[in-house]
């Protein structure tokens, strides 16, 4: 397995999940800070292992497949153990369902375009939606009792949180339906889908009467 800093610092996106849902577990006003604190360092890792990686020019095919997959692994298990824990309630639930079913759509679009060796480029606006949704999940993760904990209940954390998440599931539908425009595109020219052309069954020989 790769050592080198760009896929340990992936790496420890996966690793801090269990501690991330172990914290929000606790149900604990300095767990909540603490699951904020390891949510918000996880997803730094994001931006400074691509970054690195480029700097050094030390790309891998093991860190190009890893990284998206530690994302998702990431944002999913932040959203469903807020759910799980009834911190995503009512209609904040919506915009967690639309940014599940979004990373659904694009991890089976690249799949398939990987077949065609076609890269699935990610868009400036897909960047901005990422950072609306690390920011939403970091702070619904920390949420008003963390504020509490921390002296700041004047500010309205988990309504800032669930705006937040709001912005990034609008976004995901826009970044979302570009990706399937592209992906349907490619598809409509896939070599692999034309169909050939049934062979015409040999006429039959005319009859000669004697």
């Not at 006003?29 to 949510?39: K, L, Q, S």
């Not at 700097?55 to 530690?70: K, T, W, Y």
């Not at 939403?136 to 669930?162: M, N």
């Not at 599931?169 to 409509?188: N, Q």
Request: net charge positive; aromatic share 6%.
């Amino acid at each position: 397995m790769p050592t080198d800093l760009p896929n340990l610092l992936t790496l420890s996106r996966i690793a801090a999940i269990p501690l991330l849902v172990a914290l929000v577990a606790l149900r604990d006003p300095w767990g909540d800070v603490a699951a904020c604190v390891v949510f918000s360092a996880a997803a730094i890792t994001d931006y400074f292992d691509g970054k690195i990686a480029r700097q050094r020019q030390i790309v891998s095919g093991f860190g190009r497949m890893l990284d998206p997959i530690a994302d998702k692994l990431l944002v999913g298990a932040a959203l469903m153990v807020l759910a799980g824990h009834e911190r995503l309630t009512g209609w904040t639930l919506y915009p967690a369902i639309i940014i599940l079913l979004r990373e659904i759509l694009v991890s089976g679009l690249r799949e398939y375009l990987a077949e065609l060796q076609i890269g699935l480029p990610v868009s400036r606006l897909a960047k901005w939606k990422t950072g609306f949704q690390m920011g939403a999940l970091g702070t619904l993760l920390a949420g008003d009792t963390a504020a509490r904990a921390l002296h700041l209940s004047f500010l309205p954390v988990s309504l800032i949180g669930e705006a937040m998440l709001w912005t990034a599931a609008a976004l995901t539908l826009v970044t979302g339906r570009d990706y399937l425009i592209a992906g349907l595109r490619h598809a409509e020219t896939d070599p692999r889908a034309k169909v050939k052309e049934q062979p015409k069954p040999p006429r039959p020989e005319p009859l000669v009467r004697p």
